[in-house]
């Protein structure tokens, strides 16, 4: 299971820091990333890290604004928020699978954390 958590609302410039436990049957193997999904649009990549933490990838659309790490021994990922502006208001889902951008390549999915940003 993964459990995300650290969404709300931020005006926009702000940042804000998402957080994501897995437990269970989720191995700290496995990549680990963002999607969000904004309301009336399909699920987007936002960024991703392999199970080592060397190789991290974003979209373009968040790419010198937010930055993915993971702390193994703590079985998280994290998503620090800079700069935010409106366009990044979604619902941000934490995800654990292959080393991609791509929705099919990810089997296991948080519930989501809501993240609000005002302009």
């Known amino acids: 299971q993964l459990q995300a958590s650290g969404g709300g609302l931020v005006q926009a410039g702000g940042s804000l820091r998402l957080s994501c436990a897995a437990s269970g049957r989720t191995p700290n193997t496995y990549a680990m990333g963002w999607f969000r999904q904004a309301p009336g649009k399909e699920r987007e990549f936002v960024a991703t890290i392999n199970w080592s933490g060397a190789n991290t990838y974003y979209g373009d659309h968040v790419k010198g604004r937010f930055k993915i790490s993971r702390d193994n021994n703590k079985n998280a990922v994290y998503l620090q928020m800079d700069k935010l502006e409106s366009e990044d208001t979604a619902v941000y889902y934490c995800?654990?699978?292959?080393?991609?951008?791509?929705?099919?390549?990810?089997?296991?999915w948080g519930q989501g954390t809501l993240v609000t940003v005002s302009s």
């Open positions: 995800v654990a699978g292959s080393l991609g951008v791509h929705v099919f390549e990810y089997p296991y």
